[in-house]
């Protein structure tokens, strides 16, 4: 199967191309090739397949991607999306969900003992159907509506996506409509719609956020207004809101604040704020933390990077007292909310930068970190060294990241007791992580 029509890097001429054995993936979901001192990252590419690869690229900069495989590995399916390689959101269409899961394990492994870790793989949770799961999108409009292009910026064109949730579907769908008969105009990429899917698992929703992106001010953006308008008209969205140049939301059509369900509980979540991307495994997720938080109902318990509460809340039933801790002063105000909706008064959120606040608390039995991709401040790791919780749960998007911080808190006295994966991004190399590290009683 070919990946085709790629030129080389001048954009003239045709790609050198080289017949290759792939060997293992880099932990971005590449297939690094050593070529006559060339470092090439190969995508499109399977473990121990023969696959011919035009390369591009300059100095230390080299990519290759697979244009034709002439020894396929048995794994090997064909995509479902007709621009898989254009567009920048899936990397891996090219692998059946069970090869998915099996490198997936097999790069979270190697990580580990590049880290010089010992842990066992206690379950990898795959997807009941590893398609139209995710309930966050970021669309871009252009002459066109659609994703970003690998490394690029220009605009894929979509009217459907086979990863994203049907709302997000059909609103793909729904603006390039809009474009085609004028009602938003052409703003070349730079105006993002953030859609996220809220409301009871009855009823889903959409809550929409426009930001406007390279360099292009509000007051530069034409029919902005206009644009708004038409989206909030269209059916299944709840509400628009628009990302202010301070960083601030501001709710132009419906509430700035939405309801959304998981696994029978209604969180509060403003538009703007960090959510979880798959809806379908979040309550198995939730189960997992809860479990390997192991709560007796007098521990004092700190969320950290806690968003609007997602897992501190859901704890606060049996623990003594719970502390969210989140940058965000909007996302805090979200949790306090839905506290107060739920009748639990035992829980606090602190809008300050979690390496700043976890030393003013006051008690520390049990801590739950959800950090970006980037993994933890350092800072963060040394106080929650030095305060020694008897339990760190640790859920990560990122196995590299988590690798590195695990292995500080094992240097700390800590060991892995559980791990697991949960593939909340199919046809991706992404894959959720969560750990229970924990010193000896």
Known sequence: MGRGGHRGASGA???????????????????????????????????????????????????????????????????????????????????????????????????LAGQRLQARLDAVVPMPDPWHYRVRAQIALAESAGFRERRAKRVVRLTACPVVHPLIDRLLEQVNRLIKLGEIPDYRGRLLVHAQVVGPAVERRLQLLLETVDGLALDEAPGLAETAAALAGQRGVESVALREPDGGVQALHGDLFSEVEIG?????????????????????????????????????????????????????????????????????????????????????????????????????????????????????VDALAERAPEAIVYVSCNPATFARDAAAFVRAGYSIEHLSLLDFYPQTVHVEVVARLSRPG
Do not use: M
Not at 338 to 366: I, S, Y
């Open 13 to 111: 001429g045709r790609a050198e191309r080289i017949d290759l054995q792939l060997g293992r993936f880099a932990s971005d979901g590449s297939i690094v090739a050593e070529l006559a001192g060339r470092r090439v990252a190969v995508e499109g590419g399977i473990p121990t397949e023969t696959a011919r690869v035009a390369l591009h690229g300059a100095g230390s900069r080299w990519r290759g991607d697979v244009v034709a495989v002439l020894d396929p590995a048995p794994e090997r399916v064909a995509p479902r999306c007709p621009v898989v390689d254009r567009c920048g959101g899936c990397e891996w269409q090219h692998l059946d969900h069970a090869g998915q899961l099996k490198h997936k394990a097999a790069i979270v492994r190697r990580l």
């Open 264 to 380: 029978g509980l209604s969180y509060t979540l403003p538009a703007g704020a960090f959510f979880q991307s798959n809806l379908q495994l979040l309550p198995d997720l939730l189960a997992r933390v809860r479990r390997l938080v192991d709560l007796s109902g007098g521990e004092e318990v700190a969320d950290l990077y806690g968003g609007v509460g997602v897992f501190g809340l859901a704890l606060s039933d049996a623990a003594a007292h719970v502390t969210v801790i989140e940058i965000e002063p909007v996302a805090s105000e979200a949790g306090r909310l839905t506290a107060a909706k739920w009748g639990r008064t035992n829980v606090d959120f602190v809008a300050a930068p979690a390496e700043e606040a976890v030393v003013d608390l006051p008690r520390l039995d049990r801590v739950v970190v959800d950090p970006p991709r980037t993994g933890l401040d350092r800072r963060v």
